[in-house]
Nanobody
Framework: QVQVVESGGGLVQTGGSLRLSCAAS????????MGWFRQAPGKEREFVAA????????YYADSVKGRFTISRGNVKNTAVLQMHNLKPEDTAVYYC????????????????WGQGTQVTVSS
């Protein structure tokens, strides 16, 4: 079994920055691709960013391009989402997920999910 744990959420003012971290642990013999999704109240869970296990390719939703950066951590099967210039519409619960195969931008197919971390951006 694989466990995914997120950390780093919080409350920030418009224009501020936050850094989210994610780690997949347990039976992690495989290299996992990592993705971030978010879900605001009353809305569907949506793709935010993802990165291949090799770290060579990052993928972003149009709404966060130029503001968010995803990267691999120094430890295997970890990832970091650096968020800048945050807006009130970024307010949501952010979920990290792991999967072994492509495609990375669709939530279907992600094998393991974290419990989520709240990000709130005040206006």
């Amino acid at each position: 079994q694989v466990q995914v744990v997120e950390s780093g959420g919080g409350l920030v003012q418009t224009g501020g920055s936050l850094r989210l971290s994610c780690a997949a642990s347990g039976r992690t013999v495989s290299n996992y691709n990592m993705g971030w999704f978010r879900q605001a109240p009353g809305k569907e869970r949506e793709f935010v960013a993802a990165i291949a296990w090799s770290g060579d390719n990052g993928y972003y939703a149009d709404s966060v391009k130029g503001r968010f950066t995803i990267s691999r951590g120094n430890v295997k099967n970890t990832a970091v989402l650096q968020m800048h210039n945050l807006k009130p519409e970024d307010t949501a619960v952010y979920y990290c997920a792991a999967r072994r195969h492509f495609p990375l931008t669709q939530k279907e197919g992600y094998e393991y999910w974290g419990q989520g971390t709240q990000v709130t951006v005040s206006s």
